[in-house]
């Protein structure tokens, strides 16, 4: 494979990637969450999408993939503690958040079907 066919299935892939970041934060806001932070970046990791609802903040790992088992098999153990790392520090960041519960959640956004999100998944 040449680097410009690498380019080019990299950029479509981050392109699939954002789409489902954002029907997945359609999904959310559509069940009354609120979407804090998009692809939120700190030293430790990036977590896909921050979202709160009353008092709880869920740290939302979104991955496009055809079905659901294979979307939740592609959230590694190593992946699940960069999301942890990354919610803590965007707790200790956020002066208003130290009193609320927080999640780890996993969003798996399949062609033609609507997100499936399941809640508390690590």
């Given amino acids: 494979m040449s680097a410009g066919d690498r380019l080019a299935r990299k950029r479509r892939s981050e392109r699939i990637g954002r789409r ?3 029907l997945a934060a359609l999904a959310l806001l559509l069940k009354g969450y609120r979407i804090l932070a998009l692809r939120y970046r700190t030293p430790a990791g990036e977590i ?4 709160r609802k009353s008092d709880l903040i869920a740290f939302v790992e979104v991955k496009a993939r055809r079905d659901l088992a294979s979307g939740v098999d592609a959230v590694s153990y190593a992946a699940q ?3 942890l790392a990354a919610g803590e520090l965007f707790i200790s960041r956020q002066p208003d958040s130290a009193q609320l519960s ?3 959640d996993i969003m798996v956004v399949s ?3 609507w997100p499936v ?3 508390d998944a690590f």
């Fill in 20 to 22: 489902a970041e954002w």
């Fill in 81 to 83: 503690r960069r999301i």
């Fill in 48 to 51: 896909d999408l921050v979202a």
């Fill in 111 to 113: 062609r033609w079907r």
């Fill in 117 to 119: 999100h399941l809640q």
């Fill in 102 to 104: 927080w999640r780890c």
